[in-house]
């Protein structure tokens, strides 16, 4: 699967879903050990919530954590960012360690310049829409994308619920994949648990990311497991 160069555990693996626990939903206390688990666990990559209080209504971390993350773990750091401005740190995050740094259609003054500032210093750019925001916005962009992010709740807080309305972009994202012979990778985030992941895997996402369904359970494996179906 083409989508694999950005997950390097997925490197010839076919059908299968690549799962991203979202650290919001870790216990910082135990950060160290949260990451580890989730590892041993069976995460294919790392996902980072970054929050600016503004773009969304909550704040979270930004380059310094990604570092000391980056210094516990050789799996792919997924950075999305919900900040305005994003062409003001795409340097940070990148110095930083992240490998993929996404960022939002709805929060950029310059979409193209932003993707092609991460794709030049080497890291794959990804771009993201919330659920009110149709694929078309973002179709443009294609050329200079690795990942498309479809948010399945409006971005600021883990533990919402799925919005099945947005897989009908996941299927279209795929359609579009294809006519174009494009290597992008589709990611879905937001309300993804044992149940909404069938929809998911169902409409033909690449990467699942999950929040507190993986670390709020009492068993990471068995969840990623059933995350992937
Ligand atoms: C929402 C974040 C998500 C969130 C996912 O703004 O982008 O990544 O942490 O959390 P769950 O899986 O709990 O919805
Ligand atoms: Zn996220």
Redesign the pocket.
């Known amino acids: 699967m083409s989508w694999s160069r950005l997950v390097p555990t997925k490197k010839g693996t076919v059908g299968s879903v690549a799962i991203a626990p979202?650290l919001?939903?870790a216990d910082f206390s135990r950060l160290g050990e949260e990451v580890r688990a989730v590892e041993k666990a069976g995460a294919d990559l790392l996902?980072l919530?970054v929050?600016d209080g503004h773009f969304?209504p909550?704040l979270t971390f930004g380059p310094m954590l990604i570092k000391a993350v980056r210094k516990l773990t050789d799996l792919p750091l997924d950075t999305?960012l919900?900040i305005e401005n994003p062409e003001k740190y795409i340097r940070q995050f990148a110095k930083a360690g992240s490998d993929i740094i996404t960022i939002h259609i709805e929060a950029s003054a310059d979409i193209r310049r932003d993707l092609r500032m991460i794709r030049e210093i080497g890291k794959n750019a990804g771009l993201t829409l919330n659920p009110d925001t149709p694929l078309e916005k973002i179709t443009e962009y294609f050329d200079d994308i690795d990942l498309i992010l479809v948010?399945?709740?409006?971005?600021?807080?883990?533990?919402?619920s799925?919005m099945p309305e947005v897989l009908s972009k996941v299927e279209q994202a795929k359609e579009l994949r294809k006519v174009k012979g494009l290597d992008i990778a589709i990611e879905i985030?937001?309300?993804?648990?044992p149940e909404t992941s069938k929809q998911a895997r169902a409409a033909g996402v690449d990467i699942m990311?999950?929040?507190?369904?993986?670390f709020?359970s009492s068993d990471y494996k068995d969840t990623i497991h059933k995350l992937r179906g």
């Open positions: 979202s919001l939903s996902h919530d929050m969304v909550n999305h919900m948010m399945s709740v409006f971005p600021g807080f883990a533990g919402q799925f985030d937001g309300g993804i648990d990311v999950a929040g507190s369904a993986i709020g």
